[in-house]
Every structure is written in structure tokens, then in C-alpha cells.
């Protein structure tokens, strides 16, 4: 049995009759663990050790905080089989990608502590000669941040590292469904030489910890990940306190397939994206436009790679797709596949929850769906790809800008010049053309719309932990100077 508590001011945080809530493996529906909830008088030790954290963290220089960064990352490169398993097992995705996810975690935990050091302000050509015009970047002061279970690794691998690297503490709240591979990412940290409380782990019930964190003057900022509804909850707390917020919510990423693109190897490439994670990642591919030339072709193609998936328990080798994270996404895509079919949506394979333990759903492509079909709308967050033509380039954008999300687009097409409109007309946070890769360590990732605002990633994901004070200081002019 695998055991998560919180971890507060460097050490384990007891108390007797906290209650316990269980973990369960999505591949089997056992119970693989517990995790240990925190009432509201760890929720204020967690905020007084954050407080004393930042005041040694801000103080410590940025190389020596880029060397602790650094040395957490040795230690999350060579733990990355076993946080990965971990991971597969409370998580579901499959062994490979939750590894690839922690080597991913240390990747961009590296960028942001060589990012550390180029916490630049500025001098200012001052308007009388005896003053001196600088303007200083520091850190905001201690965060929470508040992180999903569909990248137990990543998620707060990015909160922290941008955080730490800017000089900030950190009370870290991870999904209570994937508590273990959280509480890995932040051992590395702790192990690393991470001073106590500059790095504070909490479980506990979601909305009892985000109201007590957010309601205390010791927070400066939130960060979120998570859906759009959540976020707007956690901002409506923040503005009450007028914090900043970085929010990365939902998205409902269209995909623009244009007719002069090979659609038997566009398919390919698009199951690939999509069956990622099972398709539980906010970027998914999750509505596809194609040109109606090229339409039938691309969706007999996908169909038949997205058969071709091996699903099933993500420790089994040579499992491409795992189960879904929990029992509601397993409900809310069967929803929604129902209503796209009673839309009058074309079911072309999946479509059915299999019988058996676990939360298995099959890859699922509906074709023809009507743009009133509840998953044209809503973030299927789930393995379901659904399909409809198009005819004119102008017609495509105006359904792709429809929503109220603006995470990612994604474009195929040969022509720059049909890729460079589509780039520029499309509402989206990120854009990729022709690839599906939106998240690199240097580029900014977030959504503009509903899809939330602010970075993770990039000069920007450093930025975001930091505030301006623009110091002016006369300097001693000759009239001063003695004699
Ligand atoms: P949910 O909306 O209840 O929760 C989403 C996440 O927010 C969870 O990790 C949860 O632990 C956390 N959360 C919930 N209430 C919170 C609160 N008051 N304070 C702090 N954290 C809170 O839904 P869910 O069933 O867990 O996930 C379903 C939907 O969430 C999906 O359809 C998807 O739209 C969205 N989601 C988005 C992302 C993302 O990467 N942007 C990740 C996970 C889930």
C-alpha cells in the first residue's frame, strides 16, 4: 500500500483523526493506497512555514537556487522508472508515457533554473543627472498552487520550477487522485537541498484547501490547472484579495485538415495526438474539420489506426492507450457519445464502456457531427475524435473560433500561405502546424478566452512569479558632498 501525507515546513505534518481518503488504480478499480487530509490547522502551518520560506528563498541567490534546481533534476532523471510506474498506476496512462512525463518534468525544471539567473530589471536614462531610475523584478511571494490528475508530474514539476527558479515558496496542492506521483516531485526537491518551507505539499479536501490558501494574506498568487469551471471559482476567491492568478483551464483544441495534405498520413500522425493520455490532456485534438476532398479518405484512415490501438492495464507492454483516469470521465464520454449519436452523428467505431473492472473506454470516431451536438461544444477530455467537413477555409475558422476556449489549434496543410492565415485567425493560446507538439520547456504555454490566462513555460512562465518595483534615488550631487 502506497501512503501520501502532507509535507509541511520539512517535515511530515500529524495529527490525530485526519481522515484518509483511498487511491484507487483506474486499470483495476482496486485501492492501491491512502492519502492523508489536512485540516485547517495544517492549512495554517502550511502558510506561516511558506511565509518563513520565502524569506530565506528570496534571499538566496539565484545561482545557488539554480544549483539546487539542477541537482532535483539528476535525482527526477534517475527516479523517472519509478515515479513512472507509480504514476501508470494511479494515473492509468501507459509505463512509457508517464516516464517520458517525468523526464519531461526534469527538462523543463532545468530550463527554468538556467532561467533563474535572467531575472533582469532595468536602469532608465534618469531626467535630472543626480538621479538614479531602476527598475527591479522580485519575486511576488509565497504561491499556491493547484494542480489536476491528468499530469501528476508535469503540472507541478512547471508550478514549481517556475516558482522556486523566480524565488518564491510554494504550498503545492495535488490531485488526491494521483497524490504519489506529486508527492516523488517534490521529494526530488526536498532531496536536493530545497530549505524547509520553501516547499510545502498539502492534501486535503479541494475546495476547503483552495478557500483557506487563497483567503490568507500570505498567498500573493494562485496558479490553477484544471477545468474552466474551477477556475472561475478560485478567481472569483482571488480577486477578494486582488492576487494574481496564472489559470490554465479547458480547451476544445479544432484541428484543420485542408485539402492538399496526404489524409492517410495526416491520420496517422492525428491518432497518435489524440489517443495520448487516453485523451485526458487539455491540448488534445478534440474537433476535426477536414476539407470535404480529402474528408472520407481521412476518416476511413483514422478509423483504422484508431482501431489498430492496443488498450489496455498501462504496465503491459506494448499498451498504447490506458484507462481513463476515473469513473466520471468514464461516464461523461459515454454521455456524450450518446447525444452526438441521438445529433445524428455517424458512430464509426467505439462507442461502447466495455464490461470488466477498470475505466476503459474504447478509441471512439463519430463522423458527421452537427455543430449542436453537446461534444462540437464541450471538452470531451476523453478517447473520442470527432469529425465534420468543411468546404470553404473562412467556414472552418469561424467554426474552430466558435467557442468560448482558446487553448490550442492545430493546422494541416502544405500550403504557407493557408498556414499562415489559419495561425493568425485562429483564437488559441498555442497554434502548431502540421505537428501536434504545443509544450516545449521555452514556449509559453496557456489559452487566451476561457481557456484561462498567463504562462507555464518560457521567459513568460518565469515572469509570471515575479512583480515590478520601480526604485528612483537621487544620488549625492555635488551640492551634498561635504566641503
Ligand atoms: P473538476 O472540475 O471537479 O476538477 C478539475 C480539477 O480541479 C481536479 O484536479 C480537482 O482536484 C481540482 N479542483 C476541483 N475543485 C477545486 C477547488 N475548489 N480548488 C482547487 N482545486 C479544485 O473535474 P474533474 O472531474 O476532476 O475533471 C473534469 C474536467 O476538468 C475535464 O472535463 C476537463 O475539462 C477539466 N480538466 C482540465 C485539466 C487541464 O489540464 N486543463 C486537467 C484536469 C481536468
Redesign the pocket.
Known sequence: MEYAYSYIAGRRYQRDGLALAPVVNPADGETIGQVEMIDATGLDEALAAAADGFETWRKTSPYERARIMQDAVTLLRERKEAIGRLMTLEQGKPLAEAIGEVATAADNTEWMAQEATRAYGRLLSPRTFDVMQVVKREPIGPVAS??????PAL?PARKIAGALAAGCSVIL?P???TPFTAREIVQAFIDAGVPAGVLNLVYGQ??D???HLIASPVVRKIS???????GK??LALAAQGVKRATM????HAPVIVFDDVDPVAAARQAVAAKFRNAG???TSPTRFYVQRGVYRDFVAAFVDAARGLRVGNGLEPGVQMGPLA?R??QD?VQSLVDDAVACGAKLECGGQRPQGPGFFYPPTVLSDVPETARIMS????GPIAPMAPFDAPDEALARANALPYG?AAYVLTRSLARASAAADALQAGMVAVNHYTVSTPASPFGGVKESGYGSEGGIEGLDAYLVTKSVTQRVAGADLLPG
Not at 493547484?146 to 499530469?151: L, R
Not at 490553477?224 to 474551477?230: D, I, L
Not at 464541450?378 to 477530455?381: A, K, R, S, V, Y
Open positions: 493547484f494542480c489536476p490528475w491528468n499530469f503540472t496542492k490531485s488526491e487522485e479541494a475546495s484547501v483552495s478557500a490553477f490547472t484544471g477545468s474552466t469551471r474551477v471559482e478560485l490554465e483551464l479547458g480547451g485526458q490532456v487539455c476515473n466520471r470521465r461523461a464541450e471538452e470531451p477530455f487553448l
